[in-house]
C-alpha cells in the first residue's frame, strides 16, 4: 500500500476541518483508522543487511589487526540461543544489555552516548565484520564508562556503532574476564564469582505480542530508520543481590514459581455461592462487542476452555463478560457478576486487621514477601454451584470450575484456605492477607529455614507464586501500605506525599485551594486561624506577594496536617470512607474515619488521561483511589464520595464503553456504597486534585510535545491532537491594538501590570486566557464552551461562568449572550420560556340557536352495548348538547347518517361547523356532503386544537359525570349518557348566564316532579315569544361580557407575536393527540423543526408556511407552534419528521416481532402484532391492533405487515 505523504498546507487544512492526518473521518479522542498502518522491515536470514561500504583493501587490514566481529543479533537487538538481554542502570537512566557469545567486543550505541553526553574519542574507530560478511566501521570510543547491572557494577571501554534494540552489547571481551561460567540458557541465568563473590543475573525472558518501546526507537526512526524487529523486553522488577544460601533454597522449588496448568488439586476448601431464599437464577444478556473484540473473546475462551477452568454449560444463570486490555497490550475477560452478588448472602468469615498483623512482628530484621499467582484460579469451585458461574459471551455459554475472579465472597473463601494451609506457623513466622505472604524472621539462617517451611508447604498444596513479584531476605520491604524494618513498622511516605510535596502556590486559586483542603481540619489544628493569617493576607485585592512570612505558614500547615492529631490510625471496627475528586488535569482522594484523615492520594493526570469527560475522570479517581487503598478496604464495607451524580448508581449502570469494562472490572468483590457530595462541600479531594499542574497552558504544551515527538516518526498511523490554538492565541494580540501595547509594556518590564501578566508570550488576565477583540478565535472558544458535549448547549448563566474559569476578552457577556440567541440548535431543541404566543381570537358569535356548532369525539372509553365513542355536538350560541353514542370502527358517512337522525330532524342544518383535524371531518365525503348544502366548515389549524376550546370543555364534564356515576360498572355508561345530556343542557352556564334549556327555548326546564295544567293556551304563546325575545336579546349581552372577560383573562397569560412575509420561523410538531409508539424516543425528540419561511398570514393569529414538498400536514399554523429564527445564518431547511393523515407525529414500523389473537367475551377476536418502530431497539417494541396498523401504514402492507 502507498504510504501517504501530507504537505504542510494539507496537514493545516485537516486540522482546520477536524479532519485525521491518515483517513478522510473526523478525528475524536476514540478514533482509530480503518486501514491502520505499522511500517516494519523483517529479517529474513538469507538476506544481507544494508550496511556501510568500505574500501575492500583498508578493511582487510583492519580486521588482520582487530580480528573484530559483531553478530546481526547485536545489531537488530534480537535474540538467539547464545545470548541473554538484562537490564543496567547508566547514569540514572535504564539500558537494554545484549550478553553475546558470537560478538568479540563491547559496544555501545552511538545514540546513547550523545544522549548521556559521554566523552567521545572519534579518533579511535576500526572495521566490524558482521556474521553475514559484511563490514560496518566503528563511529568512536567510550573509555571507562561506569554502569551497574542487577547489583554488579562494572566499568568497561566501549566502541560505539549504530545499535537496533539494545544499548549496550557485551561480548567475549568481558565475557572472558569473570573466568568460569555458569550459564543456563533455558531458564536465561548467569552465574560467576566477582571480587570473591557470587554474582546471579536473571535475563529478560520474552513473551509474545510484546512492542519493545524506546525512546532510542523512536529517535531512530524519526532521524534515518532503521532495522526493526518486533521482540518482547519485559522490565520486571528484579531484586538485584540475593544472598547465595537463599538463592540455592528458591532454586531447589522451580515448581512453585512455574505456571499453574490444568485443574487445581480437590481440597477441603471449595468456594460456594449461597443465594438469598427464594431469589430465581440471575440472567443478563451479553454486552455488545465490536468484531475484532469478539475474535479476543474466542481465543480467551478457548484457552480457559483447554486449561480445564471453564466448560460449556446449560445452566439457567448467566453473567456477561468484561472485555479488559492488560498493560502489555494484550486482553482479558472478567465476568461482569455484580448482579449475582446482589443476590449472594455475605460470608462473614474474618478478615485479618493489618495493625493486628503487623503488631507480630516484633525483633524481625529479616523479610521474605510472596505474591501468589493466579490466586483465585488455584481453588475449585463446589460442584452444586458451578451452574452459578455461568457466563454468556456472542457464541456460546460457559461456567467455571475453578473460583473466578468478581464473585462476593471469593476474598473470604481465599483466606479461610491460607488459614488453614499455614496454620501452624500463622502468627510465628508468617502472616498472609489474601495472596500477599510475609515470611519474617530474627536472623538470615533462622530465615532460611522459616523460608524453606513456606515454600514447601506451597509446593506440597500445589500452589504458586509469581518471582517477579517476590522479594527474598531483604533488610525492609513494602507490606500492606506500610515499610517494615528491623527499626519497626512506618506508615508508608507515599500516604502523607500529597501533602507534604505540595508546591509552592503561585496564583490566588492555588492559594484558596490549599486554605480550602487545611481549613476543613481547623478544629484539629490548635491556632490555625493565626497560622494561616500571612496566607489569607494574600488574598485581599492586588496583594498577592509571597513571603518568608508566607512560605513558614505554608510549610507548617503541611506539616500540621501530616501529622497527628490530624492524621489519625485506622480503626477497622469503624467504616472506612473515601472522598474522591477529578480536575481538568489530575485527581485527589483522602481515606478518612470519623471526618479525620489517615491518607492522602493526588496524581496528575497525564498522556491521553487528559483528554478523558469529566465523567471519565471522576470513574478513574475512584478507581484509583480504592486500588490504593486495597489493604484497608478488602473484604470491608466501606463509602465513596463523590460530587459526579452518575456514579453513585454504578453498582447497576450497565457497561458500554471499553474504560467502563476496564475500570469497573477493578472494583468487583469489593463492598461498597457511593454517595453524592456536592463539589463545594468536597473540599480536601477537589484541592488534592487541583494540587499539581494547575497551570492549563503549560500541562498541554508539555503533553503537545510530547504527543508531536510520538508522531514525527511516521511509523504507524496514529492520530494525535496538536493546539495551534496557543499561536492563534498570541496572534490575537496583533490584531488588537490595546493588547498589543500591553504585551510590549510587559514584555518590557518584566512584570505584571494590574490583574494582566505574561506568560511564555500569552497575555493573562487573573490567570485568564486574554483574547483579542477582533479575534475569530472567540467563535471557537464559544463553541467549545457552549456547543460541545462539555458545554451541553447551556444558558447564558452557565456557559458565561464556564468561559470565566479559563477565558477573557473586552465584551465578553454581550458576545456570549448574542451567540446563544442565535444558536440554532438550541433554538429547535429547548423549550420557549415566554408565554404563549398569539392573543385570544374568539369565534365570532353566531345571530341565533344552531346557527354554529361545534363537533368532537370522547374516545378510549370503555365498550358498553357495543358502544365504546361518544359524539358530542354543541350549539355555539345558547351551549345546547346532543351525547350520541357510536362504535369503532365509524366512517364518515355514519357519522353523517347520525348527525340526521338525532340533530338535523331537530334543529335543521347549521350555517357552520366547527371541528378539529379529525379524519372523519377532512375526509372528501363529508367536506363534499356538506360543502353542497351550504354549510361551512371551519376546523383548528395545525397542532392547535384550542381553536375548538368549547368542545374540548364540554368532554372533560361528560367525562366527570361518566365517571361519577359510572365508575362501579363502567360497562353501563350507555344508560346514564340521557340523563348526562338533561343535566349539561339544564345547568347553569357562567357566559350565558342561563342553562342552556332556558337560552333555547326561553323558559326555565320544567320540573319533573310537578305537572302544572289549566294555562290559557293563546296567552302562553304570546307571553312565550315575548318572553323569547327577551331571553335571545339578555343571551347575546351575556355572551358578549363573557368573551370579553375570557381574552382579558387569557392575554394575561400570552404574549403577542407577530410575523412578516418573509420571515424564518421555527415550527414545533406536538401532538394533541397521544398514541402509544415511541414513547422513550419522544422525550429526546427535537422541540422546533426548520427554520421554514412564512408566506402568507392567515387571519389574525394563523401563518402559512413554506414547507418542504414531502411534507403531508396542513400548511397553516397557529402563532404560538412558532418562534423567530434568531442569528444572521440560515441553515439548510430540515426534512420534517415521519406523520399521519392528521399530522401528528407518526413512527414508522420496520419489523413485526411476534403475533397474538386477543379474545375478550361477547366480542370477536382481534389480532395484535409486537411492532419495532424505525430507530427504535427490540425492547422498545409495541403491541399494537393488527387492523389499525394497516389503516394507518397502507404503504406498508405485504412489505412489513
Same mark, same amino acid.
Given at each position: 500500500?502507498?504510504?501517504?505523504?501530507?504537505?504542510?498546507?494539507?496537514?493545516?487544512?485537516?486540522?482546520?476541518?477536524?479532519?485525521?492526518?491518515?483517513?478522510?473521518?473526523?478525528?475524536?479522542?476514540?478514533?482509530?483508522?480503518?486501514?491502520?498502518?505499522?511500517?516494519?522491515?523483517?529479517?529474513?536470514?538469507?538476506?544481507?543487511?544494508?550496511?556501510?561500504?568500505?574500501?575492500?583493501?583498508?578493511?582487510?587490514?583492519?580486521?588482520?589487526?582487530?580480528?573484530?566481529?559483531?553478530?546481526?543479533?547485536?545489531?537488530?537487538?534480537?535474540?538467539?540461543?547464545?545470548?541473554?538481554?538484562?537490564?543496567?542502570?547508566?547514569?540514572?537512566?535504564?539500558?537494554?544489555?545484549?550478553?553475546?557469545?558470537?560478538?568479540?567486543?563491547?559496544?555501545?550505541?552511538?545514540?546513547?552516548?550523545?544522549?548521556?553526553?559521554?566523552?567521545?574519542?572519534?579518533?579511535?574507530?576500526?572495521?566490524?565484520?558482521?556474521?553475514?560478511?559484511?563490514?560496518?566501521?566503528?563511529?568512536?570510543?567510550?573509555?571507562?564508562?561506569?554502569?551497574?547491572?542487577?547489583?554488579?557494577?562494572?566499568?568497561?571501554?566501549?566502541?560505539?556503532?549504530?545499535?537496533?534494540?539494545?544499548?549496550?552489547?557485551?561480548?567475549?571481551?568481558?565475557?572472558?574476564?569473570?573466568?568460569?561460567?555458569?550459564?543456563?540458557?533455558?531458564?536465561?541465568?548467569?552465574?560467576?564469582?566477582?571480587?570473591?563473590?557470587?554474582?546471579?543475573?536473571?535475563?529478560?525472558?520474552?513473551?509474545?505480542?510484546?512492542?519493545?518501546?524506546?525512546?532510542?526507537?523512536?529517535?531512530?526512526?524519526?532521524?534515518?530508520?532503521?532495522?526493526?524487529?518486533?521482540?518482547?523486553?519485559?522490565?520486571?522488577?528484579?531484586?538485584?543481590?540475593?544472598?547465595?544460601?537463599?538463592?540455592?533454597?528458591?532454586?531447589?522449588?522451580?515448581?512453585?514459581?512455574?505456571?499453574?496448568?490444568?485443574?487445581?488439586?480437590?481440597?477441603?476448601?471449595?468456594?460456594?455461592?449461597?443465594?438469598?431464599?427464594?431469589?430465581?437464577?440471575?440472567?443478563?444478556?451479553?454486552?455488545?462487542?465490536?468484531?475484532?473484540?469478539?475474535?479476543?473473546?474466542?481465543?480467551?475462551?478457548?484457552?480457559?476452555?483447554?486449561?480445564?477452568?471453564?466448560?460449556?454449560?446449560?445452566?439457567?444463570?448467566?453473567?456477561?463478560?468484561?472485555?479488559?486490555?492488560?498493560?502489555?497490550?494484550?486482553?482479558?475477560?472478567?465476568?461482569?457478576?455484580?448482579?449475582?452478588?446482589?443476590?449472594?448472602?455475605?460470608?462473614?468469615?474474618?478478615?485479618?486487621?493489618?495493625?493486628?498483623?503487623?503488631?507480630?512482628?516484633?525483633?524481625?530484621?529479616?523479610?521474605?514477601?510472596?505474591?501468589?499467582?493466579?490466586?483465585?484460579?488455584?481453588?475449585?469451585?463446589?460442584?452444586?454451584?458451578?451452574?452459578?458461574?455461568?457466563?454468556?459471551?456472542?457464541?456460546?455459554?460457559?461456567?467455571?470450575?475453578?473460583?473466578?475472579?468478581?464473585?462476593?465472597?471469593?476474598?473470604?473463601?481465599f483466606q479461610s484456605l491460607m488459614n488453614e494451609v499455614f496454620r501452624p506457623h500463622l502468627r510465628k513466622f508468617v502472616l498472609v492477607f489474601f495472596d500477599d505472604i510475609l515470611v519474617y524472621s530474627k536472623g538470615l539462617e533462622e530465615h532460611t529455614a522459616h523460608l524453606k517451611t513456606v515454600l514447601q508447604i506451597?509446593?506440597?498444596?500445589?500452589?504458586?507464586?509469581?518471582?517477579?513479584?517476590?522479594?527474598?531476605?531483604?533488610?525492609?520491604?513494602?507490606?500492606?501500605?506500610?515499610?517494615?524494618?528491623?527499626?519497626?513498622?512506618?506508615?508508608?511516605?507515599?500516604?502523607?506525599?500529597?501533602?507534604?510535596?505540595?508546591?509552592?502556590?503561585?496564583?490566588?486559586?492555588?492559594?484558596?485551594?490549599?486554605?480550602?483542603?487545611?481549613?476543613?481540619?481547623?478544629?484539629?489544628?490548635?491556632?490555625?486561624?493565626?497560622?494561616?493569617?500571612?496566607?489569607?493576607?494574600?488574598?485581599?485585592?492586588?496583594?498577592?506577594?509571597?513571603?518568608?512570612?508566607?512560605?513558614?505558614?505554608?510549610?507548617?500547615?503541611?506539616?500540621?496536617?501530616?501529622?497527628?492529631?490530624?492524621?489519625?490510625?485506622?480503626?477497622?471496627?469503624?467504616?472506612?470512607?473515601?472522598?474522591?475528586?477529578?480536575?481538568?488535569?489530575?485527581?485527589?482522594?483522602?481515606?478518612?474515619?470519623?471526618?479525620?484523615?489517615?491518607?492522602?492520594?493526588?496524581?496528575?493526570?497525564?498522556?491521553?488521561?487528559?483528554?478523558?469527560?469529566?465523567?471519565? %475522570? +471522576?470513574?478513574?479517581? @475512584?478507581?484509583?483511589? /480504592?486500588? !490504593?487503598?486495597?489493604? $484497608? =478496604?478488602? &473484604?470491608?464495607?466501606?463509602?465513596?464520595?463523590?460530587?459526579?451524580?452518575?456514579?453513585?448508581?454504578?453498582?447497576?449502570?450497565?457497561?458500554?464503553?471499553?474504560?467502563?469494562?476496564?475500570?469497573?472490572?477493578?472494583?468487583?468483590?469489593?463492598?461498597?456504597?457511593?454517595?453524592?457530595?456536592?463539589?463545594?462541600?468536597?473540599?480536601?479531594?477537589?484541592?488534592?486534585?487541583? %494540587? +499539581?499542574?494547575?497551570? @492549563?497552558?503549560?500541562? /498541554?504544551? !508539555?503533553?503537545?510535545? $510530547? =504527543?508531536? &515527538?510520538?508522531?514525527?516518526?511516521?511509523?504507524?498511523?496514529?492520530?494525535?491532537?496538536?493546539?495551534?490554538?496557543?499561536?492563534?492565541?498570541?496572534?490575537?494580540?496583533?490584531?488588537?491594538?490595546?493588547?498589543?501595547?500591553?504585551?510590549?509594556?510587559?514584555?518590557?518590564?518584566?512584570?505584571?501590570?494590574?490583574?494582566?501578566?505574561?506568560?511564555?508570550?500569552?497575555?493573562?488576565?487573573?490567570?485568564?486566557?486574554?483574547?483579542?477583540?477582533?479575534?475569530?478565535?472567540?467563535?471557537?472558544?464559544? &463553541?467549545?464552551?457552549?456547543?460541545?458535549?462539555?458545554?451541553?448547549?447551556?444558558?447564558?448563566?452557565?456557559?458565561?461562568?464556564?468561559?470565566?474559569?479559563?477565558?477573557?476578552?473586552?465584551?465578553?457577556?454581550?458576545?456570549?449572550?448574542?451567540?446563544?440567541?442565535?444558536?440554532?440548535?438550541?433554538?429547535?431543541?429547548?423549550?420557549?420560556?415566554?408565554?404563549?404566543?398569539?392573543?385570544?381570537?374568539?369565534?365570532?358569535?353566531?345571530?341565533?340557536?344552531?346557527?354554529?356548532?361545534?363537533?368532537?369525539?370522547?374516545?378510549?372509553?370503555?365498550?358498553?352495548?357495543?358502544?365504546?365513542?361518544?359524539?358530542?355536538?354543541?350549539?355555539?350560541?345558547?351551549?345546547?348538547?346532543?351525547?350520541?353514542?357510536?362504535?369503532?370502527?365509524?366512517?364518515?358517512?355514519?357519522?353523517?347518517?347520525?348527525f340526521l337522525q338525532h340533530v338535523f330532524k331537530l334543529h335543521g342544518l347549521p350555517s357552520s361547523i366547527v371541528s378539529d383535524r379529525d379524519t372523519v371531518f377532512t375526509s372528501l365525503f363529508w367536506e363534499e356532503l356538506f360543502r353542497r348544502q351550504g354549510v361551512d366548515l371551519a376546523m383548528s389549524s395545525s397542532?392547535?386544537?384550542?381553536?375548538?376550546?368549547?368542545?374540548?370543555?364540554?368532554?372533560?364534564?361528560?367525562?366527570?359525570?361518566?365517571?361519577?356515576?359510572?365508575?362501579?360498572?363502567?360497562?353501563?355508561?350507555?344508560?346514564?349518557?340521557?340523563?348526562?345530556?338533561?343535566?349539561?343542557?339544564?345547568?347553569?352556564?357562567?357566559?350565558?348566564?342561563?342553562?342552556?334549556?332556558?337560552?333555547?327555548?326561553?323558559?326555565?326546564?320544567?320540573?319533573?316532579?310537578?305537572?302544572?295544567?289549566?294555562?290559557?293556551?293563546?296567552?302562553?304563546?304570546?307571553?312565550?315569544?315575548?318572553?323569547?325575545?327577551?331571553?335571545?336579546?339578555?343571551?347575546?349581552?351575556?355572551?358578549?361580557?363573557?368573551?370579553?372577560?375570557?381574552?382579558?383573562?387569557?392575554?394575561?397569560?400570552?404574549?403577542?407575536?407577530?410575523?412578516?412575509?418573509?420571515?424564518?420561523?421555527?415550527?414545533?410538531?406536538?401532538?394533541?393527540?397521544?398514541?402509544?409508539?415511541?414513547?422513550?424516543?419522544?422525550?429526546?425528540?427535537?422541540?422546533?423543526?426548520?427554520?421554514?419561511?412564512?408566506?402568507?398570514?392567515?387571519?389574525?393569529?394563523?401563518?402559512?408556511?413554506?414547507?418542504?414538498?414531502?411534507?403531508?400536514?396542513?400548511?397553516?399554523?397557529?402563532?404560538?407552534?412558532?418562534?423567530?429564527?434568531?442569528?444572521?445564518?440560515?441553515?439548510?431547511?430540515?426534512?420534517?419528521?415521519?406523520?399521519?393523515?392528521?399530522?401528528?407525529?407518526?413512527?414508522?414500523?420496520?419489523?413485526?416481532?411476534?403475533?397474538?389473537?386477543?379474545?375478550?367475551?361477547?366480542?370477536?377476536?382481534?389480532?395484535?402484532?409486537?411492532?419495532?418502530?424505525?430507530?427504535?431497539?427490540?425492547?422498545?417494541?409495541?403491541?399494537?391492533?393488527?387492523?389499525?396498523?394497516?389503516?394507518?401504514?397502507?404503504?406498508?402492507?405485504?412489505?412489513?405487515?
Amino acid at each position: 500500500m502507498p504510504v501517504q505523504r501530507l504537505t504542510p498546507m494539507q496537514m493545516s487544512e485537516r486540522r482546520k476541518k477536524g479532519l485525521c492526518y491518515n483517513c478522510d473521518e473526523r478525528w475524536n479522542s476514540d478514533h482509530r483508522c480503518k486501514n491502520r498502518k505499522l511500517y516494519l522491515m523483517e529479517e529474513v536470514e538469507d538476506e544481507e543487511a544494508e550496511l556501510i561500504e568500505i574500501e575492500e583493501e583498508e578493511v582487510e587490514a583492519e580486521l588482520e589487526d582487530e580480528k573484530a566481529e559483531i553478530t546481526l543479533c547485536a545489531l537488530l537487538g534480537s535474540t538467539s540461543l547464545s545470548t541473554m538481554r538484562v537490564i543496567a542502570i547508566l547514569n540514572g537512566q535504564k539500558t537494554v544489555v545484549l550478553l553475546d557469545t558470537g560478538s568479540t567486543h563491547n559496544f555501545m550505541d552511538e545514540t546513547l552516548a550523545k544522549t548521556l553526553k559521554l566523552p567521545i574519542d572519534v579518533e579511535s574507530n576500526f572495521g566490524v565484520r558482521v556474521a553475514n560478511g559484511q563490514v560496518i566501521r566503528t563511529l568512536g570510543e567510550c573509555k571507562e564508562v561506569k554502569f551497574k547491572m542487577q547489583g554488579l557494577h562494572l566499568k568497561l571501554t566501549f566502541n560505539l556503532l549504530e545499535l537496533g534494540g539494545c544499548g549496550i552489547v557485551l561480548g567475549t571481551q568481558w565475557l572472558s574476564t569473570p573466568g568460569v561460567i555458569s550459564w543456563d540458557f533455558k531458564n536465561l541465568v548467569m552465574g560467576f564469582m566477582h571480587e570473591g563473590k557470587q554474582v546471579w543475573l536473571q535475563g529478560l525472558k520474552e513473551k509474545p505480542n510484546l512492542i519493545q518501546g524506546s525512546k532510542d526507537f523512536k529517535g531512530k526512526a524519526t532521524m534515518k530508520g532503521l532495522l526493526l524487529q518486533i521482540m518482547p523486553c519485559e522490565l520486571a522488577s528484579i531484586q538485584e543481590e540475593i544472598c547465595a544460601p537463599i538463592r540455592e533454597l528458591v532454586e531447589e522449588f522451580p515448581q512453585v514459581f512455574e505456571e499453574p496448568e490444568g485443574l487445581p488439586p480437590k481440597r477441603n476448601h471449595e468456594h460456594q455461592i449461597l443465594l438469598k431464599q427464594g431469589v430465581p437464577p440471575h440472567f443478563q444478556r451479553p454486552y455488545r462487542y465490536p468484531h475484532y473484540q469478539k475474535t479476543e473473546i474466542e481465543k480467551i475462551v478457548q484457552d480457559l476452555l483447554d486449561s480445564g477452568c471453564v466448560r460449556p454449560s446449560q445452566s439457567p444463570f448467566a453473567s456477561p463478560v468484561l472485555l479488559v486490555r492488560k498493560a502489555d497490550g494484550s486482553w482479558r475477560i472478567c465476568v461482569d457478576y455484580r448482579g449475582l452478588n446482589k443476590e449472594t448472602v455475605k460470608d462473614k468469615f474474618p478478615i485479618p486487621v493489618v495493625d493486628e498483623l503487623l503488631d507480630e512482628l516484633q525483633g524481625a530484621v529479616v523479610f521474605s514477601k510472596l505474591d501468589l499467582r493466579s490466586a483465585y484460579h488455584q481453588i475449585r469451585m463446589r460442584e452444586e454451584d458451578i451452574e452459578k458461574t455461568a457466563f454468556k459471551t456472542h457464541e456460546g455459554h460457559y461456567e467455571y470450575l475453578v473460583m473466578p475472579f468478581g464473585l462476593t465472597n471469593a476474598p473470604s473463601t481465599f483466606q479461610s484456605l491460607m488459614n488453614e494451609v499455614f496454620r501452624p506457623h500463622l502468627r510465628k513466622f508468617v502472616l498472609v492477607f489474601f495472596d500477599d505472604i510475609l515470611v519474617y524472621s530474627k536472623g538470615l539462617e533462622e530465615h532460611t529455614a522459616h523460608l524453606k517451611t513456606v515454600l514447601q508447604i506451597l509446593a506440597l498444596h500445589q500452589l504458586y507464586a509469581k518471582m517477579s513479584k517476590c522479594v527474598f531476605a531483604t533488610s525492609e520491604v513494602e507490606y500492606l501500605g506500610h515499610i517494615i524494618s528491623g527499626e519497626g513498622v512506618k506508615t508508608d511516605p507515599k500516604k502523607i506525599a500529597a501533602m507534604v510535596d505540595w508546591p509552592i502556590p503561585k496564583s490566588l486559586k492555588a492559594v484558596r485551594g490549599f486554605l480550602g483542603l487545611t481549613g476543613y481540619y481547623r478544629k484539629f489544628i490548635k491556632g490555625y486561624g493565626q497560622i494561616t493569617s500571612p496566607l489569607t493576607s494574600l488574598l485581599k485585592k492586588d496583594a498577592f506577594l509571597w513571603s518568608e512570612k508566607a512560605e513558614k505558614a505554608f510549610e507548617e500547615l503541611k506539616a500540621a496536617v501530616s501529622q497527628p492529631p490530624v492524621l489519625a490510625l485506622p480503626d477497622f471496627s469503624k467504616t472506612f470512607v473515601i472522598e474522591c475528586d477529578a480536575s481538568g488535569f489530575g485527581m485527589g482522594a483522602v481515606l478518612m474515619q470519623d471526618g479525620r484523615p489517615l491518607a492522602y492520594y493526588s496524581q496528575a493526570l497525564k498522556g491521553k488521561n487528559l483528554f478523558l469527560s469529566t465523567y471519565e %475522570k +471522576e470513574l478513574l479517581a @475512584l478507581v484509583l483511589s /480504592v486500588k !490504593k487503598w486495597r489493604p $484497608y =478496604l478488602f &473484604a470491608t464495607i466501606f463509602t465513596i464520595k463523590t460530587d459526579q451524580q452518575s456514579l453513585k448508581h454504578i453498582l447497576e449502570q450497565r457497561v458500554g464503553t471499553p474504560m467502563q469494562q476496564k475500570w469497573i472490572s477493578k472494583l468487583l468483590g469489593y463492598h461498597f456504597v457511593v454517595e453524592y457530595k456536592q463539589g463545594k462541600e468536597n473540599k480536601v479531594a477537589d484541592a488534592l486534585s487541583r %494540587k +499539581e499542574d494547575t497551570d @492549563l497552558k503549560t500541562e /498541554v504544551e !508539555k503533553e503537545t510535545v $510530547y =504527543l508531536q &515527538a510520538q508522531t514525527q516518526g511516521h511509523l504507524c498511523a496514529i492520530s494525535f491532537p496538536s493546539p495551534t490554538w496557543l499561536d492563534d492565541l498570541r496572534a490575537s494580540y496583533e490584531e488588537d491594538e490595546e493588547l498589543k501595547s500591553l504585551v510590549s509594556r510587559l514584555q518590557a518590564s518584566g512584570e505584571g501590570e494590574g490583574h494582566y501578566t505574561l506568560n511564555q508570550g500569552l497575555l493573562l488576565y487573573k490567570d485568564r486566557f486574554c483574547i483579542g477583540k477582533e479575534s475569530g478565535m472567540k467563535i471557537k472558544v464559544l &463553541a467549545m464552551i457552549h456547543d460541545s458535549p462539555l458545554g451541553g448547549h447551556s444558558g447564558y448563566l452557565k456557559s458565561l461562568h464556564r468561559a470565566k474559569k479559563d477565558w477573557f476578552w473586552h465584551g465578553m457577556k454581550k458576545d456570549i449572550k448574542a451567540y446563544i440567541r442565535g444558536c440554532d440548535t438550541c433554538q429547535r431543541l429547548k423549550h420557549e420560556t415566554s408565554k404563549p404566543a398569539g392573543l385570544l381570537q374568539p369565534l365570532a358569535i353566531p345571530p341565533r340557536p344552531w346557527h354554529s356548532i361545534s363537533m368532537d369525539f370522547v374516545e378510549g372509553l370503555p365498550t358498553s352495548r357495543k358502544q365504546n365513542v361518544i359524539l358530542v355536538i354543541v350549539d355555539r350560541f345558547t351551549k345546547y348538547v346532543h351525547f350520541i353514542s357510536l362504535s369503532h370502527p365509524y366512517t364518515a358517512s355514519k357519522v353523517a347518517a347520525l348527525f340526521l337522525q338525532h340533530v338535523f330532524k331537530l334543529h335543521g342544518l347549521p350555517s357552520s361547523i366547527v371541528s378539529d383535524r379529525d379524519t372523519v371531518f377532512t375526509s372528501l365525503f363529508w367536506e363534499e356532503l356538506f360543502r353542497r348544502q351550504g354549510v361551512d366548515l371551519a376546523m383548528s389549524s395545525s397542532y392547535h386544537p384550542q381553536s375548538d376550546g368549547q368542545t374540548e370543555v364540554v368532554n372533560k364534564s361528560l367525562e366527570h359525570y361518566l365517571r361519577a356515576f359510572a365508575a362501579d360498572k363502567a360497562s353501563l355508561w350507555v344508560e346514564w349518557l340521557p340523563l348526562a345530556e338533561y343535566w349539561f343542557n339544564t345547568n347553569y352556564h357562567t357566559s350565558t348566564k342561563l342553562s342552556p334549556f332556558e337560552a333555547l327555548y326561553g323558559y326555565l326546564p320544567p320540573r319533573l316532579i310537578e305537572f302544572v295544567p289549566g294555562l290559557t293556551r293563546v296567552a302562553a304563546v304570546e307571553d312565550l315569544l315575548e318572553h323569547r325575545q327577551q331571553v335571545v336579546g339578555l343571551l347575546e349581552h351575556n355572551l358578549v361580557a363573557a368573551q370579553a372577560q375570557m381574552k382579558q383573562q387569557a392575554d394575561k397569560h400570552r404574549s403577542e407575536r407577530e410575523f412578516e412575509v418573509g420571515d424564518w420561523v421555527f415550527l414545533r410538531l406536538q401532538p394533541f393527540r397521544q398514541k402509544s409508539m415511541r414513547k422513550k424516543l419522544g422525550k429526546l425528540s427535537p422541540k422546533f423543526y426548520g427554520p421554514y419561511k412564512v408566506i402568507q398570514r392567515v387571519g389574525m393569529v394563523a401563518y402559512k408556511l413554506e414547507l418542504p414538498e414531502e411534507a403531508c400536514i396542513h400548511p397553516v399554523f397557529h402563532v404560538s407552534c412558532l418562534k423567530a429564527k434568531l442569528g444572521k445564518t440560515i441553515t439548510p431547511i430540515s426534512r420534517l419528521p415521519p406523520t399521519d393523515a392528521l399530522g401528528h407525529l407518526a413512527p414508522q414500523p420496520a419489523k413485526i416481532l411476534e403475533t397474538r389473537t386477543i379474545k375478550k367475551r361477547r366480542l370477536p377476536a382481534v389480532t395484535e402484532v409486537l411492532v419495532q418502530w424505525e430507530e427504535g431497539d427490540p425492547d422498545d417494541a409495541t403491541w399494537e391492533l393488527l387492523f389499525k396498523l394497516q389503516e394507518d401504514y397502507p404503504h406498508l402492507v405485504g412489505k412489513v405487515f
